[in-house]
């Protein structure tokens, strides 16, 4: 039996069946961007008929997919329309009133998902511990969803002031919707964001409520396309929290699938890292259209409770839309395959970050694209083996690729070699410069961390990026051009709950926040029991948002083994204090003395136990395995040609050495291994790099 994992991303298309015995199977198919279900569908039945796999051997599917992120940027979700407190229609526009670039007068901030004639407002109003000022004014809600209805509206999303306080409302006016519009999709935001403030409440209801169509119909047609093929089992989705969800869960809030792609890069770095005893990772995934970079300490990826989405500025933090679901924290780049090359107005060349995707694509590929990309420069060096490429599956137009370098080149004076060893070089300078920002943001010291490269591009510019961040080790796992389908593999069923309480630690009844943990942890824990992964239990977490009094802002802090104890509530309240003042004193060195801490929200993480880490092969010692040839790669200074061997990856056994410059070649990636890297492969069958001297020489 088999478990199937499909990632979509911008470029490809990523498939894995792996067994339990175990032996994997893999495919990478160009994402179909019109309908990506085609794409998964052909490329499932190809990878089963190579591999003569019944469509009954494959007992279960888990998903990610960049669908609904692509729907927010490109802004095709369905006509969605708002009801909310009266004098709060403007929320989404008036924002924070913050300017994330000040001196930027051609700022461009988001485009609104819902137009400002599609926002209604109607009577009612709460008070901030949830008493009813105002009645909800029922024939209001009638009447503004049945003009909404006539306008073309197929989705409301019903956002009421204080929702996360008393819910009353916002229930009877979704009763009322149903009643009135029977078809009409609704998000009521005590569903999905819980928690105070009220712009980013609202941002996150209506980006649900944008996209829940789209995800209803989409889920429903390849859950179809998978019955028709003869694919039964359970059918898991990946969410933005690294966990596992149901397609319920799914189809009712959308939202929380915004990032799962990059979640399970992530997922699968930690476990390529637990295989070989290693705790601390940069993970660095490398696609087609963007690169993602994630610090994992603990052998596990951090949570984050907020993060933006669908930026008018692709990295300009504040130019997004804000949206209040636990997401792995990562920073993503616009550097991938894809990446197109230009001249920029000051006549430099500039790389990404608009990609080429997989149609037209990198102008190697031979579909119409005409910009140089990346993937270009990378043939051009002979990095990637044109007669190879993707196991063969993607015939590559060598004339087609040099045609556009040479364009390039004389747009810039260089030649096509310079052209191409300048964008190797500024893609790696651009994803090194944003690794740099993010350790410094965190306060770590890189030198101790161990760079694992994934994705189809990953393994060929890691070694390069991690010279130029002065790391001493690089990893490469086996599979890794589609680790993070793989990663899919391995992941928990997970939950979150969050709720606003606003309690002050010192003069607050502790055992009413105890009651409020406890409902939460059940809620969590049904949502758990859904998924049915439920065998290697269940763990339950708990946060709480604190501040000092005073503070504008919170901090997100761990609670486990801090249960309130209803008969010392004395020394709960002190466990809780202590809790908080710790983990503050860690991230910035001091905390004020003798100032009364405020919870404003608590959380609980429901987490059923993914597989420990991925198999390991025997730990068989090798010998020099023969290379099957060699190619002159352009690795020297300034891009000067040197000969390397090149090695099938599949060949390769445990215990195995070698020195750089060297090409290991997979199906679904190549890993490049440069000028003074030591690699060995490790009895997981992963290459672990000793990057050495070379490190060395980059950082003086």
């Given at each position: 039996?088999?478990a199937l994992?499909?990632?979509i991303g ?22 179909t961007?019109?309908?990506p279900?085609e ?6 039945r190809?990878l089963?008929e190579?591999?003569?796999i ?8 888990v998903?990610a ?6 729907a ?14 009266e ?5 989404l ?5 913050r300017?994330?670039?000040?001196y ?8 609104q998902?819902i137009?400002?004639?599609y926002r209604?407002e109607?009577?009612?109003?709460m008070?901030e ?6 009645p909800?004014d ?7 969803v049945s ?19 008393n819910p ?5 006016a ?8 029977p078809e009409m ?6 569903e999905?964001?819980?928690?105070i ?10 980006i649900?409520?944008y996209i829940k169509?789209l ?7 390849i ?8 694919i039964?089992?359970p059918?898991h989705?990946?969410?933005s ?22 979640a399970?890069g ?5 476990h390529?890292g637990?295989?070989d005893s ?7 995934d490398?696609?087609?259209?963007t ?7 603990g ?10 989405a669908?930026r008018?500025?692709r990295?300009a933090?504040?130019?997004?839309l804000?949206v209040?679901?636990p ?8 550097a991938?395959g894809?990446s ?7 006549g ?9 995707g ?8 031979g579909?119409g694209?005409t910009?140089?990309t ?53 893609v ?14 965190r306060g770590?010291?890189p ?9 189809g ?5 890691a070694?390069a990026?991690a010279q130029?961040?002065?790391?001493r ?22 939950a979150d ?10 003069i ?26 439920t065998e290697?239990g269940?763990?339950?977490r708990?946060?709480a948002?604190g ?5 504008g802002f919170s ?6 083994g801090?249960?309130i104890?209803?008969?010392d509530l ?6 809780l204090?202590?809790a ?8 910035f ?9 405020e919870f404003?929200?608590?959380r609980v993480s ?8 991925f198999?390991?092969q025997?730990?068989t010692?090798?010998s ?12 020297g200074?300034?891009g000067?040609?040197v ?7 599949a060949?390769?056994v ?13 199906a679904?990636?190549?890993f ?24 060395k020489?980059?950082q003086?």
């Amino acid at each position: 039996m088999y478990a199937l994992g499909i990632d979509i991303g911008g470029t490809f298309t990523d498939i894995v069946l792996r067994s339990d015995r175990p032996e994997s199977f893999s495919h990478k198919e160009l994402t179909t961007t019109e309908n990506p279900s085609e794409g998964v569908i052909a490329g499932v039945r190809r990878l089963i008929e190579t591999h003569d796999i019944r469509p009954g051997q494959i007992s279960r599917t888990v998903h990610a997919t960049t669908l609904f992120t692509n729907a927010l940027i490109e802004r095709a979700g369905a006509p969605t329309g708002l009801i909310t407190t009266e004098g709060f229609r403007d929320t989404l526009e008036i924002g924070r009133e913050r300017k994330y670039d000040l001196y930027d007068v051609k700022m461009r901030r988001p485009e609104q998902l819902i137009p400002r004639e599609y926002r209604r407002e109607v009577a009612q109003r709460m008070d901030e511990r949830g008493q009813i000022l105002t009645p909800l004014d029922e024939d209001a809600v009638r009447r503004e969803v049945s003009e909404l209805a006539k306008a073309g509206i197929s989705s409301v999303a019903i956002v009421f002031l204080h929702a996360y306080a008393n819910p009353e409302h916002e229930r009877r006016a979704a009763e009322i919707v149903a009643e009135t519009i029977p078809e009409m999709q609704v998000t009521t935001s005590h569903e999905i964001a819980s928690e105070i403030r009220e712009y980013e409440r609202t941002s996150t209801t209506a980006i649900n409520a944008y996209i829940k169509p789209l995800a209803a119909r989409y889920l429903d047609d390849i859950r179809a396309r998978f019955s028709e093929l003869g694919i039964g089992g359970p059918f898991h989705l990946m969410l933005s929290n690294g966990g596992l969800g149901t397609v319920d869960d799914a189809k009712r809030a959308p939202v929380k699938l915004l990032e799962s792609g990059p979640a399970a890069g992530a997922l699968s770095a930690a476990h390529t890292g637990m295989a070989d005893s290693l705790s601390e990772i940069v993970a660095f995934d490398m696609g087609g259209t963007t690169a993602k970079l994630c610090l994992i300490e603990g052998s596990e990826p951090s949570v984050a409770f907020s993060f933006e989405a669908a930026r008018a500025d692709r990295f300009a933090e504040g130019s997004g839309l804000p949206v209040l679901i636990p997401t792995v924290d990562l920073i993503e780049i616009g550097a991938g395959g894809g990446s197109i090359a230009r001249r920029d107005e000051l006549g430099l060349m500039k790389v990404g970050p608009r990609s080429a995707g997989s149609l037209p694509g990198p102008a190697a590929y031979g579909l119409g694209g005409t910009k140089a990309t990346v993937t270009d420069a990378d043939f051009s060096l002979g990095f990637l083996d044109p007669d190879n490429f993707a196991a063969g599956t993607v015939p590559i137009d060598m004339a087609a690729c040099k045609d556009a370098l040479r364009a390039l080149g004389e747009e810039t004076a260089l030649t096509p070699e310079a052209v191409s060893f300048g964008i190797y070089d500024i893609v790696n300078e651009a994803m090194a410069g944003a690794a740099r920002v993010h350790f410094a943001e965190r306060g770590v010291d890189p030198r101790r961390f161990t760079l694992i490269a994934t994705g189809g591009a990953g393994p060929v510019h890691a070694f390069a990026v991690a010279q130029k961040l002065g790391l001493r080790s690089l990893l490469c796992p086996p599979s890794a051009g589609v680790a993070s389908a793989m990663g899919l593999l391995v992941a928990p069923a997970r939950a979150d709950r969050a709720l606003t309480v606003g309690i002050r630690t010192d003069i607050d009844p502790l055992d009413d926040l105890e009651a409020t943990f406890q409902r939460l942890e059940r809620e969590t824990r049904a949502v758990i029991e859904e998924t049915g992964l439920t065998e290697r239990g269940v763990e339950i977490r708990r946060y709480a948002d604190g501040r000092f009094v005073g503070q504008g802002f919170s901090m997100t802090v761990r609670l486990s083994g801090h249960l309130i104890n209803v008969a010392d509530l004395d020394g709960s309240r002190k466990l809780l204090i202590d809790a908080f003042r710790d983990a503050y004193a860690d991230k910035f060195a001091h905390a004020p003395p003798d100032m009364p801490i405020e919870f404003i929200n608590i959380r609980v993480s429901a987490i059923a136990a993914g597989e420990a880490a991925f198999s390991q092969q025997d730990d068989t010692q090798g010998s020099a395995t023969e290379p099957k040839g060699t190619r002159r790669l352009a690795l020297g200074s300034a891009g000067a040609p040197v000969e390397a061997f090149v090695y099938d990856r599949a060949a390769l056994v445990p215990g195995m050495s070698f020195e750089g410059p060297a090409v290991i070649e997979d199906a679904g990636s190549t890993f490049l291994i440069g000028l003074g890297g030591h690699g060995r492969v490790t009895p997981s069958g992963s290459i672990l790099v000793d990057l050495g001297e070379a490190s060395k020489e980059t950082q003086a």
